[in-house]
């Protein structure tokens, strides 16, 4: 009889825990709109106008998994950064524009679960004449952003600001590096 008795409570614990570690590592996809930095070192104003391709390399987040960063998301949080930091003349969508650009994630590194919560991303950026389709401009480069216990205390929500944190940062960065041109 104890013996019944200690196997529903330990399985009753291993359920609760499950559950526990679902609920807090499941989460929403990052947002665009927080994936927009607030500021910008803009060395460069390009007189030109650039259209920006759909990104890849993204994931679409699972409603029953982590939090994730889609290409959609990325793209339209790179328009309305690359629109705010005045970089660029105009970003156009469609066609008509000076320059293309392209960005493509290779590799982003996200951990299940943590107290602070690290993630790598590392993005190939990719001008090119629209005139002439040659490339003007190619530059891969990875950014690192920290999530801290402080941000959010549930493990999902620290995780979905580590995603756009990292975004961000990995934006900001590109857009520098796209300022400094001589176009």
């Known amino acids: 009889m104890k013996r019944r008795l200690l196997k529903k409570i330990i399985m009753s614990t291993l359920v609760l825990a499950s559950l526990s570690v679902f609920l807090l590592t499941s989460g929403c996809a990052a947002k665009a709109s927080r994936m927009v930095p607030t500021d910008f070192e803009v060395v460069n104003k390009h007189h030109y106008t650039v259209s920006i391709n759909e990104s890849v390399g993204g994931r679409e987040t699972n409603p029953l998994w982590t939090s994730q960063v ?3 998301a990325f793209t339209e949080a790179l328009s309305n950064a690359l629109t705010k930091s005045g970089v660029f003349q105009a970003v156009i969508k469609g066609e008509g524009a000076d320059y293309l650009l392209d960005v493509t994630i290779l590799d982003y590194d996200q951990p299940w679960i ?3 919560i ?12 629209a005139k002439t389709l040659v490339p003007v401009w190619s530059n891969t480069f990875e ?5 801290k216990l402080s941000d959010a205390l549930i ?6 600001k580590a995603n756009e944190g990292s975004v961000r940062t990995n934006i900001k960065e590109g857009i520098r590096r ?3 041109l001589s176009l």
């Open 114 to 116: 943590g107290i602070d």
């Open 70 to 72: 889609s290409n959609s």
């Open 143 to 147: 950014t690192i952003y920290r999530a």
């Open 118 to 129: 690290d993630i790598r991303m590392k993005t190939k950026w990719e001008l090119t004449n």
């Open 155 to 160: 493990a999902a929500e620290r995780l979905q």
């Open 178 to 180: 796209l300022s400094i």
